[in-house]
């Protein structure tokens, strides 16, 4: 590891995919099926995990992989707060 480099970067290379993909689908279904704030509430949790993680890899991201990202989180952003209303 280099002297620069953030050792929760380091951690976070050595973990998974498939797991955190399916950890993350699961988490938004639960979301989605869960009826009125709680669902809402789990699915805005998610969404700012996601901006911590979006926030550490934004450097090394190119402007296409940026903007389907951002996409992204407003959509995922937009239906936690229609399912809060």
């Not at 050792?7 to 797991?19: D, H």
């Amino acid at each position: 590891m280099q002297r620069t480099q953030s050792p929760l970067l380091a951690r976070l290379s050595r973990v998974n995919p498939t797991g955190v993909f399916l950890a993350a689908l699961a988490l938004v279904l639960v979301g989605l099926l869960t009826p009125g704030v709680v669902g809402g509430v789990l699915l805005l949790l998610l969404a700012a995990a996601l901006v911590a993680l979006l926030r550490l890899t934004w450097p090394v991201q190119t402007p296409t992989t940026r903007l389907i990202r951002l996409l992204m989180l407003t959509l995922l952003v937009a239906v936690a707060l229609a399912k809060l209303l």
